[in-house]
């Protein structure tokens, strides 16, 4: 921090926010008093995600919070394997402990619209992934099936989840099924593809003390059909965003859209077949410790559990897509 930002750090805190293993977060408090977040990324980073943020600001997104550039002028640095980005701290809470305000819920409707519309300078748009329906994560849980079929576990976690994976195998099973069968739908239409910030669920949107709405972890940014980010409404990610009264004010804000009712069944599918995908390879993992693991077992049972919201969701979607209940604009 001294070197790369010129701040002399006093106090450094974990947090423990978020559930991607590959991402660390801190609360930095310098010498002055002035407090930062700190992001450190290991594995896969794509600069772009970063180096955007102070452009789409600059551009009229004012839900970003632009990170705060190193000594030499760049928005991010690297500490061995670790991107290293800074931010100005904001007081507030996620969109999963704060409900949003009715106003609030507009402006995201709002800022998702401006974002979807923005062209970006061409050499940062091409360092952005295009959407291109990998069957990835897919086939990491067919893999992750086998294995509970065919392996006996001698490790507690191990075995635990390969059982949970047996108990609910028709249901896993058919979510892959439906998730391959709409990507494979999707992959002979060609839908317009917008800048999309591709995880935009509650945990994603911030709420500050003053009232103030932040967009938040731009990892993920896509070029994708605007489903992509659309499916989060009123999908339950988290058991929350799942009202109507919310998807109406949202699309107040957002603006009356032609919704594509296989790519909102498909996102709502793959992101339930990625979550199992991450959790049950995390409590695998070798790497992580046994706090980490067991958590990532909790996380997936809480996530195929019997009724569970967001299957209950995804599923309601693809039905109202077939029977062509879904194919009217939102509004």
């Not at 892959?176 to 800048?195: C, D, F, G, I, W």
Request: aromatic share 8%.
């Amino acid at each position: 921090m001294r070197d790369a930002y010129g701040v002399r750090a006093a106090e450094l805190a974990y947090l423990p926010i978020g559930a991607d293993r590959n991402t660390a977060a801190y609360r930095l408090v310098a010498a002055d008093g002035a407090a930062y977040f700190l992001k450190l990324r290991s594995g896969p980073f794509n600069p772009a995600s970063v180096e955007i943020q102070p452009w789409l600001r600059e551009h009229g997104l004012a839900q970003v919070i632009e990170p705060i550039s190193t000594v030499a002028g760049q928005p991010w640095t690297r500490v061995g394997e670790y991107a290293v980005v800074l931010y100005p701290f904001v007081e507030g809470q996620s969109g999963m402990q704060r409900p949003l305000s009715d106003p609030q819920w507009i402006e995201l409707g709002e800022a998702l619209k401006r974002l979807h519309g923005m062209g970006l300078p061409s050499a940062t748009g091409e360092s952005i992934p295009r959407e291109a329906y990998a069957d990835h994560f897919r086939a990491m849980v067919r893999g992750f099936m086998r294995q509970a079929e065919d392996t006996v576990f001698d490790d507690p976690i191990a075995g635990d989840l390969a059982a949970m994976l047996r108990a609910r195998r028709e249901t896993v099973l058919d979510l892959v099924s439906r998730a391959e069968l709409h990507a494979t739908a999707l992959k002979q239409v060609a839908l317009e593809l917008v800048l999309c910030h591709a995880d935009i669920h509650a945990a994603n949107v911030m709420v500050a003390d003053d009232g103030r709405l932040f967009i938040v972890d731009w990892d993920t940014l896509l070029y994708a059909p605007k489903e992509r980010d659309l499916m989060f409404i009123g999908a339950g990610v988290g058991r929350v965003w799942r009202d109507e009264r919310e998807r109406t004010l949202f699309y107040t804000g957002y603006g009356a859209t032609q919704v594509d009712p296989t790519a909102l069944a498909y996102y709502r599918y793959e992101r339930i077949v990625e979550d199992i995908a991450e959790y049950a390879d995390q409590a695998l993992s070798s790497d992580a410790d046994e706090t980490e693991r067991a958590r990532a077992l909790q996380r997936l049972a809480i996530q195929l559990e019997p009724g569970n919201v967001v299957i209950g969701i995804a599923y309601a979607t693809d039905a109202a897509g077939a029977s062509g209940l879904g194919r009217k604009p939102l509004s």
